[in-house]
């Protein structure tokens, strides 16, 4: 490329601007570097509001609420014979989408950084071309002034790459023929099937799941694991797996697919399980087995970034195997969550712009999955520590002996907490139960402030609240931790 020694377009050039690269955006930008974002998608807003986080959860209350009406004369309310449009469903669904998506539109657009819509690829280290969009002029009217008409280049002292996930391809050749939905697509169904198959026992899977079932899909879900939500201690998975039973829900789990045919209206998939072929037949199979990095057309090699498995190999500062070329978000993982997203794409601009390096630090990893009750995380699982060999106490405490959830007779589940045997510091907390994804959080406050569960049992609770069912692991613990002297 032609240009002076050591002068470019831009400071920073970060391309996908989703979670990750907005974060690496806005504070690239703020720290006053010439920054500008390349983005590349049919539609602007990430896969967290498109096709993710938001979307799924609209949804997913929308089947709590009619849950809820359904068992309204628990309390003694008469709901009458609870109905739903499932059109309106969808459509409250697709409004707030859109609103989220058009706030994240005016964030882009605020002038604080430039903005393009193109797709990128890298020429050099540090030039990348951008091409125009496919199906330009479509979807996308508030960028019409900064689309790009033809091939262009720029050129940039730092890049961050943070440009997503993709759908993950089927698992055996002849699913294709078959015919499959993905999650983008059950989040766009203008009508129901009748039965489903799930292939997938992970979050994304098990939100679908109780989604459909809700609202009268005879759903089965297939997983290869021993349990549904493997990265999850197994009491959590087997709690999940006894409500979704309770729910209707057929659950396989331990398997492996075998085949999958399509006779008339139905789809058949084939799978052993202990030793024994089983065959469940359904209108549709919904495909939820994971998305892989989305880093195939970026031409990284002409820019000395190495990748494993299409993965984008990263130091903890973010760092790839080009010093000056960062990577955030799922393109490089190893957590594809929205919160890791803009954690690493704030540590990458952060290292750009200062000489001292800052870390990612992934001690408070929180999971949440949304399905009811809900199953959350932070910090270690008995399952983590156990792996990495570290030392540490646990007690848990059942939601069917705690005032409040009784009050709302929710009596599934149980927190957990883990401490070091010693200082008695809080490790980890789970929680499969009531608003459990907002309960972890006094979990992460004390763990940020590495409260012990001495600390956290003499915390103040009110009463009844869902929260206070924190203190009796930690008072159960406490006991166990050799006092002050
Ligand atoms: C069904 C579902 C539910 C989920 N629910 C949750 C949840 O509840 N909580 C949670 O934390 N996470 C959830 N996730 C995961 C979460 O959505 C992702 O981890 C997060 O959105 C990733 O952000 P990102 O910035 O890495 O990627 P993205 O938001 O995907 O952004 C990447 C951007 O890069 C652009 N791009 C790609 N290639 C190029 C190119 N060559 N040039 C220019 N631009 C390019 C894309 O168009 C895209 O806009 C869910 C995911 C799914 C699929």
Redesign the pocket.
């Known amino acids: 490329m032609k240009r002076k020694r050591g002068q470019f377009d831009f400071d920073v050039a970060i ?7 907005f974060a690496a955006a806005r504070t690239a930008a703020g720290a006053g570097l010439n920054t500008i974002v ?4 049919e539609e ?5 509001i498109l ?3 938001m979307p ?2 609209a949804l997913l209350y929308a089947a709590e609420v009619k849950h809820l009406a359904e068992h309204a004369k628990t309390w003694g309310v008469r709901a009458g014979k609870v109905s739903f449009d499932f059109a309106k469903v969808m459509a409250r669904k697709n409004a707030q989408i859109k609103d989220f998506a058009d706030y994240r539109v005016q964030q882009l657009k605020a002038g604080k950084f430039k903005f393009i819509r ?4 890298f020429l050099d280290a540090h030039t990348v071309a951008l091409n125009s969009l496919r199906g330009s002029g479509r979807k996308s009217a508030p960028f019409n002034q900064s689309r790009l008409t033809s091939a262009a280049t720029i050129s940039a002292k730092n890049f961050v790459i ?4 993709r759908l993950a391809p089927s698992p055996l050749p002849l699913f294709d023929d078959v015919g499959f939905i993905t ?1 983008d697509d059950a989040l766009t169904l203008k009508r129901l099937p009748k039965s489903l198959i799930i292939l997938g026992g992970g ?2 899977a098990c ?1 679908f799941a109780q989604f459909f079932a809700r609202f009268g899909v005879k759903v089965t879900l297939i997983q290869r694991s021993g349990h549904i939500l493997k990265e999850f201690d197994t009491d959590a998975g087997t709690e999940i797996e006894k409500v979704f039973r309770r729910e209707g829900i057929q659950i396989f789990t331990g398997t492996k697919l075998l085949d999958a045919k399509r006779k008339g209206k139905l789809k058949t998939v084939s799978f052993d399980q202990s030793g024994k072929t089983i065959s469940i037949s359904a209108e549709e199979i919904l495909f939820a087995l994971g ?1 892989i990095p ?1 880093t195939a ?2 031409n990284l090699e002409n820019a000395g970034v190495k990748t494993e498995n299409g993965r984008i190999i990263a130091n903890s500062k973010m760092q790839t195997s080009a010093p000056h070329i960062f990577a ?4 490089t993982g190893p957590h ?6 803009i954690h690493q ?1 704030e540590v990458a601009a952060h290292n750009i712009v200062n000489p001292k390096l800052r870390q990612t630090d992934y001690r408070l990893l929180i999971s ?1 999955m ?1 399905t009811e009750p809900q199953v959350a995380f932070v910090g270690l699982t008995e399952k983590a520590a156990a792996a990495r060999g570290i030392k540490f106490l646990a007690a848990s405490y059942p939601f069917n002996d705690h005032g409040k959830s009784l009050i709302m007779e929710a009596k599934d589940g149980f927190v957990k907490l883990l401490c070091d045997p010693k200082p008695g510091e809080i490790l980890g907390g789970s929680c499969v139960g009531p608003l459990g994804g907002e309960l972890i959080h006094e979990v992460v406050a004390a763990m940020a402030k590495r409260m012990t569960v001495r600390e956290l049992a003499a915390m103040p609770h009110y009463h009844p609240t869902l929260a206070e069912i924190w203190t009796y692991p930690a008072e159960e613990l406490a006991e166990q931790i050799p006092a002050k002297k």
Do not use: M, P, Q, Y
């Open positions: 391309i996908g601007g989703g979670s990750g690269g390349v983005e590349g998608g602007v807003g990430g896969l967290c096709r993710g986080c799924t959860k193109a797709n990128a690829r943070a440009t997503g996930s999650s979050a994304v939100e998305r989305n057309t970026l955030a978000g799922d393109c594809e969550i929205v919160h890791i997203a794409g949440v949304f």
